[in-house]
């Protein structure tokens, strides 16, 4: 005698095993944190590495892409205006001069690709948190996806900022890329008559 399960609960299974493949994908494509700065109980990190790592896992450079937690300074965010996010792409170069944020630059020294979290207010988390979810991610995403196989001496790097005053958010983006080397596959033409 055969066992019929009902529809519904197949459906409901099914959404079980669905769950359990994508928590185990998520595992498997964590991004790995490098450091994770100590934080005072009225600032918070507006991004967790979970949810990073999710809207990053079909990018070509998963792999090579590190994430840092850092704080360096409260002074921006006691006038109101800061950075929360950014992507760089780094090789045999210091980052670019034109910094958005000035205490970057005594972090640690940086991986190829790097994500960089920044702490926010408290009281701005969940607002900041729903912008880096629907807006900055997505546009992470294709940057780092348009940026496939790039192998140039410089940096480049894509930033998001909080306006307390304005509520307003903006992004900026830095380059200071090598140009290419001219390779050997150039034709000359010659006359010979």
């Avoid at 494509?29 to 896992?57: C, G, Q, R």
């Avoid at 006691?78 to 000035?102: M, N, Q, T």
């Avoid at 991986?111 to 701005?124: G, I, N």
């Amino acid at each position: 005698m055969s066992l019929l399960i009902p529809t519904a609960h197949r459906a409901e299974n099914s959404a079980d095993v669905l769950n359990e493949v994508v928590v185990n994908t998520l595992e498997q494509v964590l991004i790995p944190t490098l450091s994770k700065s100590t934080l005072t109980e009225d600032l918070a990190y507006p991004v967790s590495a979970n949810s990073i790592s999710y809207a990053l896992a079909a990018i070509p450079m998963l792999s090579d892409l590190k994430l840092r937690f850092f704080f360096g300074s409260d002074s921006n965010l006691r006038h109101g205006s800061y950075e929360f996010i950014r992507v760089e792409y780094l090789k045999d170069a210091l980052p670019a001069g034109k910094y958005p944020i000035a205490p970057l630059l005594s972090r640690p020294p940086q991986s190829q690709w790097e994500l960089v979290v920044q702490p926010v207010p408290y009281m701005y988390g969940q607002e900041i948190n729903h912008y880096i979810v629907n807006v900055a991610l997505p546009q992470i995403e294709r940057w780092l996806s348009r940026r496939k196989g790039l192998d140039e001496k410089g940096s480049e790097i894509l930033s998001f900022f909080f306006n307390e005053r304005e509520h307003s958010f903006s992004s900026e983006t830095v380059a200071r890329l090598e140009p290419r080397n001219i390779r050997n596959n150039v034709i000359t033409r010659v006359n010979f008559g």
